[in-house]
């Protein structure tokens, strides 16, 4: 007879032990999603006369407030994003890429869809668009193994290379 009750006990300690869940006991991890931004920096420099039609940024002074466009194409040859940013009081452009999507991982990828183009300098005596890093037709993106990370963010940092704007008062110069 106790050994009856023993395992009538036994059952119903386990039927009330698994009747909780791990919820009921507080420890199931709550899953965050972490969220991955794709970023884009840049330089927006205004090319001194002496280098004009060159790549050399010697002389070049940073243009704070500078306008610069972000277009990423999908690999079916439309905009799938287009967005105007601005450079800080250093003229260094940080351009999170909210809303970007990739319909295709290859394909779309922002080394292969996105370019970026000075657009505007607020600087009247250096307002002429320079072709420095094709930046006329746009300047492609490089992958520099840049990553800014935190607890619920990630960040993949992909750079343009440097752009600028050339002066439209230089003197022509002779060699």
Same mark, same amino acid.
């Given at each position: 007879? #106790?050994? /009856? ?11 009330? =032990?698994?009747?909780?869940?791990? !919820? ?20 927006? @420099? ?12 010697? $002389?070049?002074?940073? /243009? ?27 003229? @260094?452009?940080? #351009? ?41 037709? $746009? !300047?492609?993106? %490089?992958?520099?193994?840049? %990553?800014?990370? $935190?607890?619920? @963010?990630? !960040? !993949?940092?992909? =750079? =343009? $290379?440097?752009?600028?704007? %050339? ?9």
């Amino acid at each position: 007879m #106790a050994t /009856i009750h023993f395992n009538i006990l036994s059952i119903l300690l386990l039927i009330v =032990a698994f009747s909780y869940t791990e !919820a009921d006991y507080n420890i199931v991890p709550k899953t965050t999603e972490k969220k991955i931004e794709v970023v884009v920096e840049s330089i927006v @420099y205004c090319q001194s006369c002496k280098h004009l039609g060159t790549w050399s940024l010697n $002389g070049a002074k940073p /243009i704070p407030s500078a306008k610069v466009s972000v277009t990423c194409n999908s690999h079916k040859g439309h905009v799938s994003y287009y967005k105007v940013f601005e450079t800080d009081k250093n003229g @260094y452009l940080y #351009a999170p890429l909210e809303g970007f999507k990739m319909e295709n991982y290859l394909l779309d990828h922002p080394l292969h869809s996105c370019y970026v183009k000075p657009i505007w300098s607020p600087l009247e005596n250096c307002n002429l668009l320079s072709n420095l890093n094709y930046g006329l037709n $746009g !300047a492609s993106l %490089r992958f520099e193994n840049k %990553r800014l990370r $935190g607890s619920k @963010y990630e !960040a !993949a940092i992909y =750079a =343009a $290379g440097p752009l600028a704007f %050339r002066p439209s008062d230089c003197a022509q110069v002779h060699y």
